[in-house]
């Protein structure tokens, strides 16, 4: 068996890293990322993320999918269940409700599409986009227990979750104003070390207004994600 000097190694570890580097950095360009493996499990964790993704359509990317995954996961041992507010068609529910363990899943979405957006909101959206059908995501969703959907626009259908806590919420609501309603009825029940994590707070200027509004004065931090996602961990 021949080996590879201490010398040699440092120079194909260079080699590499400088290989990945172009590649990462022309992907960049057009918009891309990179993902490269370091645990046994992860790519396990990926495989399964991507397959959802290829069997729903979603609006997250891998990424942000893994995002979702790691954060259920990291939120465990914190006490209260778990909300999703912004179903779509069900790709993000099934990887909550996948590894939510005993954990409580409320989902909720108009299953109209979107409400009518404001001035604070990107001209591109539009009342009634991303509508989804309610029957549709219940079926893709039926094996698992401990799982509630409830249509209609938050937080009017929020009535059932008033007294409950939360170790996870999931946010993909695109507007400005369903985003600070969202934050204003789960932040006072977020458990601590509860997170709360929320799609297009890069990409939308309603969703990261109401972000930047809401936590001016709270103490928690902001933490912007790869992809457009942010996290914020209830202190």
Not at 25 to 42: C, M
Not at 79 to 107: H, M
Not at 142 to 164: D, L, M, S, W
Not at 201 to 208: A, D, E, I, P, T
Request: aromatic residues 14%.
């Amino acid at each position: 068996m021949k080996y590879v000097s201490r010398a040699g190694v440092e120079i194909l570890v260079r080699i590499r890293k400088r290989i990945t580097d172009t590649i990462s950095d022309i992907l960049f360009i057009f918009h891309g990322v990179v993902t490269f493996y370091h645990y046994p499990r992860q790519p396990a964790d990926y495989h399964f993320i991507y397959r959802i993704r290829h069997e729903r359509e979603a609006l997250f990317d891998l990424p942000e999918g893994y995002h979702i995954y790691s954060a259920v996961k990291a939120t465990r041992s914190v006490p209260g269940d778990i909300a999703e507010v912004g179903v779509y068609k069900g790709a993000s529910s099934k990887i909550i409700s996948t590894i939510k363990g005993k954990r409580t899943v409320y989902l909720f979405d108009t299953f109209t599409g979107l409400p009518e957006p404001t001035g604070a909101d990107h001209i591109v959206h539009h009342k009634g986009m991303f509508r989804a059908r309610l029957d549709d995501v219940k079926a893709y969703l039926q094996k698992f227990r401990g799982v509630k959907i409830y249509p209609g626009i938050f937080p009017e259908t929020a009535k059932f979750i008033q007294r409950k806590k939360f170790s996870f919420v999931h946010l993909d609501v695109d507007l400005y104003k369903s985003t600070r309603d969202c934050l204003r009825f789960f932040y006072p029940r977020m458990s601590k070390g509860g997170m709360i994590l929320s799609h297009d707070y890069g990409s939308l200027s309603g969703v990261k207004k109401a972000f930047d509004e809401f936590f001016r004065d709270k103490p928690e931090p902001i933490m912007e994600l790869v992809g457009t996602q942010c996290l914020v961990v209830k202190l």
